[in-house]
């Protein structure tokens, strides 16, 4: 095989990968399962590549994980204590359709839309936030990803 071959043959592989990633749901192009919107928190694994100007875009997945749990620890002690409260604050209705969101995430987790939410408990808070990048994105994540990124929290 020439070495023009392999150039084109490689450049053909990362034109396609190109395309394949630009079909991804934005939320997952930018390692960010709950599409925490941009803001001038330095979050710890925050992608140096800042090609989004309205999302987060982090390194790898984990840390988008990481910063929904400081983000509803953050809630909880600005007194959003409910499901139903979180979600309504993290995704308010003039860009959701946030009573279905509550709905299907409740039916997801099985905490009841008017149930407190224990942020010290990573189990249930890493459940919580699974089911959101569920809502989010779509399946593209597993349980196993959320609760390393609430143990990094």
Same mark, same amino acid.
């Given at each position: 095989?020439?070495?023009?071959? *392999?150039? &084109?043959? &490689?450049?053909?592989?990362?034109?396609?990968?190109?395309?394949?990633?630009?079909?991804?749901?934005?939320?997952?192009?930018?390692?960010?399962?709950?599409?925490?919107?941009?803001?001038?928190?330095?979050?710890?694994?925050?992608?140096?590549?800042?090609?989004?100007?309205?999302?987060?875009?982090?390194?790898?997945? *984990?840390?988008?994980?990481?910063?929904?749990?400081?983000?509803?620890?953050?809630? $909880?002690?600005?007194?959003?204590?409910?499901? $139903?409260?979180?979600?309504?604050?993290?995704?308010?209705?003039?860009?959701?359709?946030?009573?279905?969101?509550?709905?299907?995430?409740?039916?997801?987790?099985? &905490?009841?839309?008017?149930?407190?939410?224990?942020?010290?408990?990573?189990?249930?808070?890493?459940?919580?936030?699974?089911?959101? $990048?569920?809502?989010?994105?779509?399946?593209?994540?597993?349980?196993?990803?959320?609760?390393?990124? *609430?143990?990094?929290?």
């Amino acid at each position: 095989m020439t070495l023009k071959a *392999v150039l &084109i043959f &490689i450049g053909a592989g990362g034109l396609t990968y190109m395309l394949y990633r630009a079909t991804l749901p934005r939320g997952v192009r930018n390692n960010n399962p709950l599409n925490i919107r941009d803001s001038s928190n330095n979050w710890e694994g925050k992608s140096a590549l800042n090609r989004d100007k309205e999302f987060e875009e982090f390194k790898h997945p *984990v840390y988008g994980f990481r910063a929904g749990a400081r983000i509803f620890r953050s809630y $909880s002690r600005q007194g959003y204590k409910t499901l $139903s409260q979180m979600i309504y604050r993290f995704a308010p209705d003039n860009e959701n359709d946030t009573a279905l969101y509550v709905q299907q995430v409740s039916q997801w987790t099985g &905490i009841a839309p008017n149930q407190t939410i224990d942020v010290n408990d990573n189990d249930q808070l890493a459940h919580l936030l699974y089911a959101m $990048s569920r809502k989010e994105v779509g399946n593209y994540y597993g349980l196993s990803m959320a609760q390393q990124g *609430v143990a990094m929290a």
